[in-house]
Nanobody, 118 residues
Framework: VQLQASGGGLVQPGGSLRLSCAAS????????MGWYRQAPGAQRELVAR???????NYADSVKGRATISRDNAKNTVYLQMNSLKPEDTAVYYC?????????????WGQGTQVTVSS
């Protein structure tokens, strides 16, 4: 199973961006999938995550500014972030808990840099 992330880049404060993450492979099912971020010198933290059933949870720091959604047919998750702040600057990673047959494993996509700066 592979996770392919896209989106990110340089955004001005108050701006918006959309991140996408697509899972590919064979004979797998996604338990939950979402976005995490890691700022320099900090630990990786959850930004938002959504289950296959549609349940979502968000970090307090992005509540009201972020919306995570999914397209189960495409095995793709989207993260829309608005009102971006400089403190949102980080490397964003897509992560997913995936079941293959009876085995559960966590997968990571490549990181994508998000920089919020004027």
């Amino acid at each position: 199973v592979q996770l392919q992330a896209s989106g990110g880049g340089l955004v001005q404060p108050g701006g918006s961006l959309r991140l996408s993450c697509a899972a590919s492979g064979s004979a797998f099912s996604i338990v939950h999938m979402g976005w995490y971020r890691q700022a320099p010198g900090a630990q990786r933290e959850l930004v938002a995550r959504i289950t296959s059933g549609g349940g979502a949870n968000y970090a307090d720091s992005v509540k009201g500014r972020a919306t995570i959604s999914r397209d189960n047919a495409k095995n793709t998750v989207y993260l829309q972030m608005n009102s971006l702040k400089p403190e949102d600057t980080a490397v964003y990673y897509c992560g997913a808990l995936i079941r293959v047959r009876t085995n559960y494993s966590h997968y990571w996509g490549q990181g994508t840099q998000v920089t919020v700066s004027s």
